[in-house]
């Protein structure tokens, strides 16, 4: 198959994302009042309704619909005052009372939007003559992407094949199915198919996952399955505007899957089309172990699913109250924070966008930045950045989980800030603070890290290496500036490592000229 810039060339992706969310720190399911657990052993929360036994009546989870729409007002949708639950017909093994409890055409958030800051590095999966599109100076741009709707269900029980590939059917010994999770409150995000490249829908999954985190009205566990993605995907030529067939892939679990998933079935379809074959309606497996997408069914339709309004349970009609009552729950999103960052703090945009971007990175930062002005915050917020999530990701920790306390890293911005150890030092001090618990100033202390940041102690030092390297001080003379650089470096040895090494450089540069 051909690399995906040369199919871009050609054909444009047209892309869609249904993406599933389980409003796990709820206590109790959608329709009955079994608790909410992904860790109790199998099929012990359960009961006549979300078993689907008959006779048995659902009653709606307020929480819930609460939370359905806070995610409707923090993705820009319009809260619709009256909608209905539609029974949606299929027969599965994980469904045992064979339909699915749903929304029908209109939902609780109906024609939201979000918009996208694609850098100029993801911008390159975009064909740079699409339409509508300005690229800045750096080659990123904005999509904008518009949110069909926002709709509320019930998730289905959770299979688990023994034996299969990659955890599938195909080629498992047996299936087992855990009904703990039948009745779970599930909200479902459709957007229109807006999204032009794999980098695109990435992003998209990213942002909605950083906001519906900062809700709080899910854990978004890609890996545990309470946040997961279907794709749809078609190919048209450029220029023309008629939507070719699409395909989707299934209950994708990963920023990266998705991705690369989305990837390879640009490709697949180029392959066929080009070779005047047809790409037929399907729904697709990402197997990861191969990257490859593999064929599961053929696409169902509305028609397929005979939906019919729930009997057992009334329409809708939400009040202007209770809709200003969730409205003034909602936070500081990331975006807004992200902003306030940068006017606030002078940060970087991309800096300040990361810190943003998972609450409770952002609530660390602002401890630890509490009361202290722009420039200290600019050092916190790099011992955050770049030591902090580096630790974390090394360890496979959460924030909440480390030793390390907000405190401790603006201790260590401050020895930083005020050049009481080098970087390289900070890095060492880090580790040894993480693992220990201990504050950074007496691990500096103790290991006898702390610069001499005296002048008058200096000079000495700066006259010795002088009269040491007459050559190199010819050619700082004669222009070159960087060899100030390993006069630096010989002061420092000279020092051994206790001299504060920007005022070697100021000194150096003064004595020179």
């Known amino acids: 198959m051909r690399e995906l810039s040369e199919v871009l060339r050609d054909w444009e992706p047209v892309i869609g994302l249904e993406v599933h969310t389980e409003l796990t720190t709820l206590k109790t399911k959608m329709f009955c009042g079994c608790r909410l657990s992904h860790d109790d052993e199998p099929n012990t929360n359960v009961c006549p309704v979300c078993l689907g036994m008959p006779g048995a009546l659902p009653v709606p989870n307020k929480a819930a619909i609460q939370s359905i729409v806070l995610a409707g007002l923090a993705t820009n949708c319009q809260i619709m005052r009256h909608s209905m639950f539609y029974?949606?017909?299929?027969?599965?093994?994980?469904?045992?009372?064979?339909?699915?409890?749903?929304?029908?055409?209109?939902?609780?958030?109906?024609?939201?939007?979000?918009?996208?800051?694609?850098?100029?590095?993801?911008?390159?999966?975009?064909?740079?003559?699409?339409?509508?599109?300005?690229?800045?100076?750096?080659g990123g741009y904005v999509a904008h992407v518009g949110i069909e709707r926002i709709h509320m269900?019930?998730?289905?029980?959770?299979?688990?094949?023994?034996?299969?590939?990659?955890?599938?059917?195909?080629?498992?010994?047996?299936?087992l199915?855990?009904?703990?999770?039948?009745?779970?409150?599930?909200?479902?995000?459709?957007?229109?198919?807006?999204?032009?490249?794999?980098?695109?829908?990435?992003?998209?999954?990213?942002?909605?996952?950083?906001?519906?985190?900062?809700?709080?009205?899910?854990?978004?566990?890609?890996?545990?399955?309470?946040?997961?993605?279907?794709?749809?995907?078609?190919?048209?030529?450029?220029?023309?505007?008629?939507?070719?067939?699409?395909?989707?892939?299934?209950?994708?679990?990963?920023?990266?899957?998705?991705?690369d998933g989305l990837e390879y079935e640009i490709r697949r379809q180029a392959e066929v089309l080009e070779e005047g074959g047809t790409i037929a309606q399907e729904t697709r497996h990402w197997e990861t172990s191969t990257k490859r997408t593999l064929v599961m069914r053929t696409k169902e339709t509305a028609d397929d699913y005979r939906f019919f309004p729930e009997p057992d349970l009334a329409p809708y009609d939400l009040s202007d109250e209770f809709v200003e009552d969730v409205r003034s729950r909602l936070p500081e999103l990331p975006d807004a924070r992200r902003d306030r960052y940068v006017a606030d703090y002078?940060?970087?945009?991309?800096?300040?966008?990361?810190?943003?971007?998972?609450?409770?990175?952002?609530?660390?930062?602002?401890?630890?930045?509490?009361?202290?002005?722009?420039?200290?915050?600019?050092?916190?917020?790099?011992?955050?950045?770049?030591?902090?999530?580096?630790?974390?990701?090394?360890?496979?920790?959460?924030?909440?989980?480390?030793?390390?306390?907000?405190?401790?890293?603006?201790?260590?911005?401050?020895?930083?800030?005020?050049?009481?150890?080098?970087?390289?030092?900070?890095?060492?001090?880090?580790?040894?603070?993480?693992?220990?618990?201990?504050?950074?100033?007496?691990?500096?202390?103790?290991?006898?890290?702390?610069?001499?940041?005296?002048?008058?102690?200096?000079?000495?030092?700066?006259?010795?290496?002088?009269?040491?390297?007459?050559?190199?001080?010819?050619?700082?003379?004669?222009?070159?500036?960087?060899?100030?650089?390993?006069?630096?470096?010989?002061?420092m040895k000279a020092s051994r490592g206790k001299g504060n090494p920007k005022l070697f450089n100021q000194l150096l540069a003064q004595k020179m000229g």
Not at 109 to 137: I, K, T
Not at 163 to 170: L, P, Y
Not at 220 to 241: A, H, I, K
Request: some cysteine.
């Open 87 to 138: 029974r949606k017909n299929y027969f599965y093994p994980d469904m045992s009372k064979n339909f699915q409890t749903t929304q029908g055409p209109v939902a609780f958030c109906m024609n939201g939007w979000l918009d996208l800051e694609v850098s100029g590095a993801g911008a390159a999966e975009r064909y740079r003559d699409d339409e509508g599109v300005s690229f800045d100076a750096d």
């Open 153 to 175: 269900e019930e998730d289905a029980a959770k299979m688990v094949h023994i034996g299969g590939v990659d955890g599938r059917i195909d080629g498992a010994e047996a299936s």
């Open 177 to 259: 199915i855990d009904y703990n999770r039948a009745g779970t409150p599930l909200i479902e995000l459709v957007t229109k198919p807006d999204l032009r490249s794999p980098e695109e829908a990435r992003l998209f999954m990213e942002k909605l996952r950083q906001i519906f985190l900062t809700l709080g009205i899910s854990d978004c566990s890609m890996e545990s399955g309470s946040m997961r993605c279907d794709g749809n995907v078609s190919l048209r030529r450029r220029g023309t505007q008629r939507l070719g067939t699409k395909t989707e892939l299934k209950n994708i679990n990963s920023f990266k899957s998705l991705h």
């Open 346 to 491: 002078g940060l970087r945009r991309a800096d300040a966008a990361q810190l943003a971007g998972d609450p409770d990175v952002a609530a660390f930062f602002e401890r630890a930045v509490e009361g202290v002005g722009p420039e200290m915050a600019r050092v916190v917020a790099n011992v955050v950045i770049n030591d902090l999530a580096g630790y974390l990701n090394a360890n496979g920790l959460t924030i909440s989980q480390a030793k390390i306390t907000a405190e401790q890293v603006r201790s260590l911005a401050e020895l930083l800030a005020g050049d009481a150890i080098t970087s390289r030092q900070g890095r060492e001090v880090f580790e040894l603070m993480a693992s220990s618990g201990r504050d950074p100033a007496s691990i500096v202390d103790e290991r006898g890290m702390r610069q001499v940041s005296d002048a008058s102690a200096l000079e000495p030092i700066v006259d010795q290496v002088l009269a040491s390297c007459p050559d190199q001080v010819a050619q700082y003379r004669d222009g070159n500036r960087k060899v100030i650089g390993y006069l630096v470096g010989q002061c």
